[in-house]
């Protein structure tokens, strides 16, 4: 099941998506990460489908990344008396908290006052996706006055955005700490914080969760991008949620603050998400546009970790199709000469120091004696990110014997993941690699792999290790 490729895809699951074998096809079709959606669906509904894909993973082999994606804070208007309303340009329009009073063509109720907390005269208000846009006149704590300056039809529970505007709300609501608390009972390996703004954000979820998953901070909020660095830094991992960024900002400016937070998270080294609206078309259609295969191609020469699939896997009529499409642009790209080009024009100076320094030279030694693979002997995944941050030409081989950190890794650019036992020295670890670099397809006998750990054998973030290794005849594990 090695793919040929090295980035990964995270498929979501859904109605399109929930039997086995439809889920065991989407992997063998190339995906490397499913997503669990909890704007949708019941926990036994996601449960179901959890150990569906352990039950793929242990007849197949190989480790699998299983993605919670929490619904975080939806902002709604309320209901109105006669049905929608068509809001004309230029008309006054109100937004109050009185949620027992159905709305009208002149007010609404906005049960939201943290929105009303953060408010200034001349904040622009974006109902139903954006499609509707209002700014504020006056307002107090309790409702606003505004001008309608894009008008349409507005119906009832209509999602609200509050543009450039940092809320005083917290990332999860009571419904997440709920979903969190199953998805971490049953085993979850990666954790999608919505409506991230700061990254107090992220660390008010990892107080939680306790080291038990990786979290990836949702970039779908302007304000988040004014600490985009500060985010990174806090994250384990993070998606470019382009649908709710186009909302807020200019459609124009997305694909800058695109390449804008992938360049953040490759400097950083970590794992980035490029989702939304990558193959949409294949919702409905057995191919995509021209358009979108570009559009998933520019994610990969960015060097994006992972691309992501949406309703075209979940609720789709193509979703397996859509897999294999993904799977093919991102190898056609990858084998581009250019692609080589921009990943080494990319590059950006490690981190001053000893791990920063081992994954570089691991890099460069690599890249000079031309190894068959790099094996990353790793706890915590902290060695086999260090060289994925680097982009290499040869394979990596993320080596750990931790089942957590194994399938965390499935989610990042260029790992092959690897179970093995616990090893009690060097020479332990150098056979084991010897071995997985043979077993797993990348090397054969008088090749050379180079192997990075960190000693002692256990500390997680001790990368220290760099060692060159010519493989004998008939490597064992022994």
């Known amino acids: 099941m090695r793919r040929n490729r090295n980035a990964k895809i995270v ?31 019941a926990h036994e509904d996601h449960r179901a489908r959890f150990d569906t894909i352990r039950e793929i993973e242990k007849d197949l082999g190989r480790p699998i990344g299983i993605l919670m994606d929490l619904q975080g804070p939806k902002l709604r208007i309320g209901t109105f008396k006669d049905g929608p309303v068509n ?11 009185d949620r027992d009073a159905p709305g009208d063509i002149d007010r609404v109720a906005l049960p939201h006052p943290e929105i009303f907390a953060a408010l200034t005269a001349g904040t622009d208000l974006l109902l139903d996706d954006g499609r509707i846009r209002l700014r504020v006149e006056r307002f107090t704590d309790r409702y606003a006055e505004t001008r309608v300056l894009t008008g349409g039809k507005l119906s009832e529970r209509k999602g609200v955005n509050v543009p450039g505007v940092t809320l005083p709300i917290s990332a999860m609501t009571e419904k ?6 199953f998805g971490l009972s049953i085993g979850v390996d990666w954790i999608a914080l919505s409506f991230v703004q700061r990254p107090e954000d992220i660390e008010e979820a990892k107080a939680i969760v306790q080291g038990r998953a990786g979290i990836v901070a949702k970039l779908e909020k302007p304000a988040a991008i004014n ?4 985010i990174v830094a806090a994250a384990d991992a993070v998606m470019v949620a382009r649908g709710d960024l186009g909302v807020e900002m200019p459609a124009e400016q997305v ?3 695109q390449k804008r937070i992938v360049r953040s998270c490759r400097r950083q080294g970590k794992p980035v998400i490029v989702a939304t609206q990558m193959l949409e078309s294949m919702i409905t259609a057995p191919v995509p546009t021209r358009a979108e295969a570009s559009d998933v191609a520019t994610a990969i020469y960015d060097g994006a970790d992972a691309v992501m699939l949406s309703a ?24 581009d000469p250019y692609y080589r080009d921009l990943m080494e024009a990319s590059e950006t100076p490690p981190q001053a120091d000893i791990a920063g320094a081992i994954g570089y030279a691991v890099h460069r030694v690599a890249g000079l004696l031309q ?3 790099i094996v990353a002997y790793t706890n915590s995944g902290s060695s086999a990110l260090r060289v994925a941050r680097e982009r290499p030409r040869a394979p990596i081989i993320g080596m750990t014997p931790e089942a957590g950190t194994a399938h965390r890794l499935a989610l990042v650019w260029g790992v092959h993941s690897v179970m093995t036992a616990d090893v009690g020295s060097v020479t332990e670890m150098t056979n084991f690699a010897s071995w997985a670099a043979c077993e797993e397809g990348f090397a054969r006998n008088g090749q050379t792999i180079v192997i990075t750990a960190g000693l002692p054998f256990g500390a997680a973030g001790t990368t220290n290790l760099l060692r060159v290794v010519q493989i004998g005849a008939s490597p064992s594990r022994s």
């Not at 399109?16 to 063998?28: G, K, M, N, P, Y």
Request: charged share 25%.
């Open 255 to 257: 694909p800058a603050i």
């Open 11 to 41: 498929a979501t699951l859904g109605p399109a998506s929930t039997s086995r074998e439809v889920i065991e096809a989407l992997f063998r079709a190339g995906a490397d990460v499913f997503r669990l959606n909890f704007s949708h669906g």
């Open 371 to 373: 190894v068959a693979a």
């Open 227 to 230: 600490h985009l660095d500060a």
């Open 312 to 335: 075209e896997s979940a609720a789709g009529q193509y979703p397996i199709e859509a897999v294999r499409m993904m799977d093919r642009i991102i190898d056609q790209t990858e084998t």
């Open 176 to 181: 997440d700490r709920r979903d969190l608390d």
């Open 87 to 97: 809001l004309v340009a230029g008309a006054a329009f109100r937004l109050d908290l």
